[in-house]
């Protein structure tokens, strides 16, 4: 580790379950609750979410333990993790094409999470039921089109992650995962409860569970669902790689993955049986797009009985799995700036939130202020969002698999994942040296159109 500046002492998570946490909370996210609504809702549901579970066993899994297996043995950060033998080597930029897919993901991510912090604070206080007069498509069009508000939020939730993250590791994010985790899934299960009791949400139950044969073979649905498992892992940025350089010992790389694999794919399940049934329940359209939850849900909060509590939970939910994986996006340059300059962590956090929140204002500003500016004909926040979901994800997924599956010798990779000898480790070599990489080519080519 020649250029790298050892921290001392090392930082580390208190015990296995720590980590396996904060890696939960690092995936559970805005991801899981609206995006993978509306992209299932797009989708076929119950067709999608097959699809979805094959491409989060072949594709999502086998990198999250490649991630996990690059960062226990490079043991620092994200450059490290890539550059550990051959420092000089053009290795050294995979891990700052990581560092970067963070910083841009999170200046629009935190946008959306702003948002959602103030549906929060609107319906704890009240003000979001009254808006209903109005409206919900009205009230949230002239939210985000206001020329300062979703800077202020963006910037509020921004500030909230860098003081968790300048906390440190254990003190800091897993203190806070350890709060909000189990809170987070006590919630949303509550949610879901709650969502079946509603009269005619039994539709909402098919829609989920029961596929639509005739869509589960369409390309389009396979490029979503890896697309999503993708984003909502959150694999490709080194998340990962970061937190496993802080692995206590004794922690078992395969078991915590799965553990990871297992509980985002449950959360987003668990979140559409918490919005479909409810969606279904109140003859709204289930494929509403990413307003489903800013404009279809407040409105049906409105309409059913203690739907304001439920308001409250949703919304309050939704920004806590934000946070969670804002912690993770900060942290990964955050490590990479601490290891390589002589700032502290608070510092690095302040100075990485700061540029984060510069990049988000044009994000933030896209559906007013800016809403003229066209980059390729998107708006500067779908520019970032596809840019980095669409093309730096799946690039990073790439560079992972590529590194360990073929760049390292495979022993080496072996037992760093703590693999060998198993056969369960020979599948998991293969997938990740040729089943991952082909997939996400594959993807990558059909988004381009050129298949
Ligand atoms: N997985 C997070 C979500 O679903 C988003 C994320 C992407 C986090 C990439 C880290 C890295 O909301």
Not at 78 to 86: I, S
Not at 213 to 232: P, T, Y
Not at 281 to 289: E, S, T
């Amino acid at each position: 580790m020649s250029e790298n500046r050892a921290p001392s002492p090392r930082e580390q998570w208190g015990s296995s379950t720590g980590f396996v946490l904060a890696t939960i909370g690092s995936a559970v996210g805005i991801g899981n609750i609206w995006r993978f609504s509306y992209v299932a809702g797009e989708n076929g549901g119950g067709a999608f979410l097959i699809v979805y579970g094959f491409s989060v066993l072949l594709v999502g899994l086998p990198i999250v333990i490649g991630e996990m297996a690059l960062g226990r043995r490079g043991a620092a950060d994200a450059v490290a993790a890539f550059a550990r033998d051959m420092p000089r080597s053009p290795w050294r930029y995979a891990g700052w094409v990581a560092v970067l897919g963070c910083v841009l993901i999170l200046s629009f991510y935190a946008v959306v999470a702003g948002w959602s912090l103030k549906y929060f604070t609107g319906a704890v206080s009240g003000a979001l039921w009254k808006a209903a007069s109005e409206g919900y498509g009205g009230y949230y069009r002239e939210f985000i089109a206001d020329p300062l508000a979703p800077v202020g939020w963006l910037f509020a939730m921004l500030a909230l992650t860098v003081i968790i993250v300048a906390g440190g590791i254990r003190r800091g994010i897993e203190v806070a995962n350890r709060i909000l985790m189990p809170l987070l899934a006590l919630s949303i299960v509550v949610l879901a409860i709650y969502s079946a009791t509603l009269p005619g949400s039994a539709k909402g139950w098919e829609f989920l569970f029961l596929p639509d044969w005739n869509a589960v073979l369409k390309g389009r649905v396979i490029v979503a669902a890896i697309g999503q498992a993708f984003f909502s892992l959150g694999i490709g940025m080194a998340v990962f790689i970061t937190y496993s350089a802080y692995i206590a010992p004794g922690t078992r790389i395969p078991r915590a993955a799965a553990t990871i694999a297992i509980g985002d794919t449950l959360f987003a399940v668990v979140a559409g049986l918490a919005i479909f049934p409810a969606v279904f329940a109140f003859g709204m359209n289930p494929a509403a797009g990413p307003e489903l939850a800013f404009i279809t849900l407040p409105q049906i909060f409105l309409a059913m009985p203690y739907g304001r509590i439920a308001g409250i939970m949703f919304f309050g939910l939704l920004t806590a799995a934000a946070l969670t994986s804002m912690m993770s996006l900060l942290e990964v340059p955050v490590a990479s700036v601490l290891h390589r300059s002589r700032l502290g962590r608070r510092l690095a956090a302040i100075l990485t939130g700061c540029v984060a929140f510069v990049l988000g204002i044009p994000s933030a500003l896209s559906f007013g202020l800016l809403s003229g500016v066209r980059i390729t004909g998107s708006s500067v926040f779908d520019f970032v969002n596809h840019g980095v979901s669409n093309y730096l994800l799946p690039l990073g997924g790439i560079l992972v698999c590529v590194y360990a599956g073929w760049v390292l010798s495979r022993t080496e990779i072996m037992s760093a994942s703590g693999l060998s000898g198993t056969a369960a480790g020979v599948t998991w070599y293969w997938l990740l040296r040729l089943v991952a990489p082909v997939m996400i080519l594959l993807v990558v080519l059909d988004t381009v159109g050129a298949l």
